[in-house]
């Protein structure tokens, strides 16, 4: 059965700095993985979907990779903001299933 | 931009009641999800629907749940007799295909407080 973490938990960091958001899956036959953004009472917003023969996938500030073998994926978050400030969830699809998703790493960037 | 409505927003609810969840998926999408998301814990999976039939769906997805898709464009969640344990942020999500390369894009969700 898939079980999904993330690492950190929780994570502050002053504006501007670089960050890395971990994500490990333990079943590594996965179909794809989706990196989602949670506010505080509201929906998922999806921010990357790499597929499971994808190493990487880049969105503005946003780069997401994939290391099935290690059952691995980071989410980079280049020159954070304020507005970056959210929840973080990873969710992975194994083949013939639907996501299971992770715990979430909650982002505090601070002025 | 497409996006995935759901309504209500916040539903307050009796033990034991019914209540219907609905969504509105992305008009070009083929296939339809149920989460829900207790508070503190994990996204979880309940059902998927596709083709006017549930394709799958979760230990969670027991007997008093049901799913339907009652005209083209909604698409609602049912539960019959509500239990406190119900109470949960409810999302639904579409998504074009079932592909590796699909992604699946959320509703803002239905807070649902059973008293």
């Known amino acids: 059965k898939q079980e999904v973490t993330q690492i950190p938990a929780a994570l502050s960091v002053p504006e501007g700095e670089n960050l890395v958001l971990n994500c490990s899956f333990t079943?590594?036959?996965?179909?794809?993985l989706q990196w989602f953004r949670q506010d505080p009472g509201k929906g998922l917003t999806s921010l990357l979907l790499?597929?499971?023969?994808?190493r990487e996938q880049t969105s503005g500030r946003l780069n997401a990779s994939l290391d099935k073998s290690s059952g691995r994926s980071t989410l980079y978050i280049a020159a954070s903001q304020p507005g970056d400030s959210a929840t973080y969830l990873c969710?992975?699809?194994?083949?013939?299933?639907?996501?299971?998703f992770g715990p979430g790493t909650r982002l505090s960037v601070l002025p | 931009e497409p996006e995935v409505t759901q309504t209500p927003s916040h539903q307050v609810t009796q033990m034991g009641q019914e209540v219907i969840l609905r969504c509105v998926p992305i008009?070009?999408?083929?296939?339809f999800y149920w989460y829900r998301q207790i508070l503190g814990q994990k996204v979880e999976f309940l059902v998927s629907?596709?083709?006017?039939?549930?394709?799958?769906k979760s230990e969670i997805f027991d007997d008093q749940f049901s799913v339907e898709r009652p005209d083209g464009s909604n698409f609602t969640l049912k539960i019959r007799s509500t239990k406190l344990e119900d109470s949960a942020m409810y999302f639904c999500?579409?998504?074009?295909?079932?592909?590796?390369?699909?992604?699946?894009?959320f509703g803002p969700g239905t807070r649902l407080t059973v008293l």
């Open positions: 629907f596709y083709n006017n039939e549930i394709s799958e």
């Open positions: 790499i597929q499971s023969s994808q």
């Open positions: 079943d590594s036959a996965i179909y794809n």
């Open positions: 008009s070009n999408h083929l296939y």
């Open positions: 999500a579409s998504s074009e295909g079932s592909g590796q390369y699909n992604e699946q894009f």
């Open positions: 969710a992975v699809r194994n083949y013939g299933q639907n996501f299971v």
